[in-house]
């Protein structure tokens, strides 16, 4: 069997291997019984599910084997509701080496999109770092490598082109948070072939509705999600505050999943990364991938309630 270019025999069976793995998830769970929530990535078509991993902070435990253990219990429960993609960084402290912990022990790379970053101002060392990544994760290759805060982003860039016509990673993508650099993020967005582009977006935090989101739309590009409960602020907000009845219309039961839902409904948007370290949070927030999205009118009732609180 022969492969074309954008799709190596590699990444057809571990594109394959994924999609074995989703219709594998236990049933044991009553999010199990629905169907999984995916939104397929525009440059490939692939299926992604819309709720996603971060690792900001949340892995950052160095060699503490029982904080590495319970983030290795996080994965797996993550992995068995249906999960995907984790991102990570080498800005995150010793979160890539505890992710890598956690891949091996489970003995489930094969399940995982990988997501990490390229985060150095020396673009020469740009390679030697990815591969140290690489090594940390212990994956065979990154399925999307993403120019972390638009650091060096040019040259950057060129490297990841090469890297991706080479078959050593699959997408390339550029990262901003905080609502910084839109202007400058949007230009390279019209300037360059990009498959994913990620930024902070959740229900109070929406200047990227002005332009960001309508021109990944408009570019055909992902949109990954990123600071989805403000690190928290917006949860410690909440709940102290029922949630409505009407949440109830799309499957919500707690907090988390009606920020998550909010999120993942905008059509431009392809997945949002919640981080955490606790089972019980990271099973709250893949139940955001199972069962109704708001529509438009939902969505604006959503911001209403939660503007007033």
């Known amino acids: 069997m022969t492969f074309p270019a954008r799709l190596s025999r590699r990444n057809f069976l ?16 009553a999010a199990s019984r629905e ?41 797996r429960h993550f992995f068995d509701a249906g999960g995907r993609m984790i991102d990570s ?9 505890v992710i890598g912990y956690a891949l091996d022990k489970l003995g489930r790379s ?7 970053k390229v985060w150095i101002p020396t673009p020469g060392k740009g ?5 140290a990544s690489r090594r940390y994760w212990g994956v065979p290759d990154f399925d999307l490598m993403q120019v972390h805060n638009l650091v060096s982003w040019q040259e950057h860039l060129e490297t990841l082109y090469e890297m991706k016509a080479a078959g050593n990673i699959r997408y390339v993508g550029i990262t901003t948070s905080h609502g910084r650099r839109h202007k400058e993020f949007e230009e390279v967005m019209n300037s360059r072939e990009l498959d994913f582009v990620q930024f902070s977006y959740n229900l109070l935090d929406r200047e990227a509705e002005r ?37 109830g ?46 529509e438009a009118d939902l969505r604006a009732r959503m911001i209403a309630y939660v503007e007033i609180l």
């Open 110 to 116: 094969g399940e995982v999109f990988s997501a990490d």
């Open 211 to 247: 332009r960001l989101l309508p021109l990944a739309a408009e570019r055909g590009i992902a949109v990954i999600a990123n600071r989805p409960f403000q690190r928290g602020n917006l949860i410690e907000r909440l709940e102290e505050h029922p949630l409505p009845g009407w949440a």
């Open 35 to 75: 169907k999984l929530i995916s939104k397929p990535i525009p440059s490939s078509g692939e299926a992604m599910p819309v709720i996603g991993l971060g690792s900001s902070r949340t892995f950052n435990v160095g060699d503490d084997i029982a904080a590495r253990n319970t983030c290795t219990g996080v994965i």
């Open 127 to 131: 390679r030697q770092q990815m591969e």
């Open 249 to 294: 219309e799309i499957g919500c039961t707690n907090w988390p999943q009606f920020l998550l839902k909010f999120i993942v409904s905008h059509p431009a948007v392809t997945c949002a990364i919640p981080a955490t370290s606790q089972i019980e949070h990271v099973k709250e927030n893949m139940g955001a991938c199972y069962g109704a999205l708001p």
């Open 89 to 97: 960084s080498p800005m995150y402290g010793s979160s890539q080496p």
């Open 14 to 29: 571990k594109t394959l291997a994924a999609l074995c793995a989703s219709a594998l998830v236990p049933a044991t769970s």
